[in-house]
Structure formats: structure tokens, C-alpha cells
């Protein structure tokens, strides 16, 4: 499985890349700090919604450090899905070393 840094992800928010950042995180989670336009599907209601989920573009799997993203990266590439990486640190790194904005928890 690959994973990307928080930098490179803020890049390919920047360049504006074509790609679906995956938010697998808890609603409690989300409510209290989220990166905008993040799809947000928690871990276990993954399985379920595959369909919103496209084959064709990247998928960025994100969560608070990054266990739980690294679960459903694996999950998502045994499911056919070819570009899928995990945010590495998380969305506590990404709010730590790109957007101090996003409250830490």
C-alpha cells in the first residue's frame, strides 16, 4: 500500500488534481475539524457505499493519525481499486503542518 504526506496532499489539493479524499473518520470526529470537500464515510460504512466510491480517479484515505485510513486503503485495493494511499499522520499532521486553522484533537 502507498501512502502520500500531508504535503504532497496539500499539493494535490492546490494543483487541484482530480482525486477523492476519503474522510473515514467518526461524525463527532468531522463535526469538530475536517478538510472541506472531503467525502466522509466512517470506517465501518465503507463496505456498504463502494458505489460512491470511483474507480477511475485516486482515492486519499484520511483519519486522525492514520491507522484507520491505512485499514480501508488495504480494504479498498483487495476490492479492485488500483489508486488508493493513506494520509500519513493524518488529518492531526495535515492540521500540524499545513492548515493551523483545523483544531487539533
Same mark, same amino acid.
Given at each position: 500500500?502507498?501512502?502520500?504526506?500531508?504535503?504532497? %496532499?496539500?499539493?494535490?489539493?492546490?494543483? #487541484?488534481?482530480?482525486?477523492?479524499?476519503?474522510?473515514?473518520?467518526?461524525?463527532?470526529?468531522?463535526? &469538530? =475539524?475536517?478538510?472541506?470537500? =472531503?467525502?466522509?464515510?466512517?470506517?465501518?460504512?465503507?463496505?456498504?457505499?463502494?458505489?460512491?466510491?470511483?474507480?477511475?480517479?485516486?482515492?486519499?484515505?484520511?483519519?486522525?493519525?492514520?491507522?484507520?485510513?491505512? #485499514? *480501508?486503503?488495504?480494504?479498498? %485495493?483487495? #476490492?479492485?481499486?488500483?489508486? *488508493? *494511499?493513506?494520509?500519513?499522520?493524518?488529518?492531526?499532521? &495535515?492540521? =500540524?503542518?499545513?492548515?493551523?486553522?483545523?483544531?487539533?484533537?
Amino acid at each position: 500500500m502507498k501512502s502520500i504526506s500531508v504535503a504532497d %496532499l496539500a499539493r494535490w489539493r492546490s494543483e #487541484q488534481k482530480q482525486f477523492v479524499l476519503l474522510d473515514v473518520r467518526e461524525p463527532r470526529e468531522i463535526a &469538530y =475539524a475536517a478538510i472541506p470537500g =472531503a467525502l466522509t464515510i466512517p470506517m465501518r460504512g465503507v463496505p456498504a457505499r463502494l458505489n460512491e466510491l470511483p474507480k477511475d480517479r485516486p482515492i486519499a484515505v484520511l483519519c486522525h493519525h492514520g491507522g484507520r485510513s491505512s #485499514q *480501508v486503503a488495504r480494504f479498498l %485495493l483487495a #476490492q479492485g481499486f488500483d489508486e *488508493v *494511499v493513506n494520509v500519513d499522520g493524518g488529518i492531526d499532521a &495535515y492540521a =500540524a503542518r499545513v492548515d493551523s486553522s483545523i483544531p487539533r484533537y
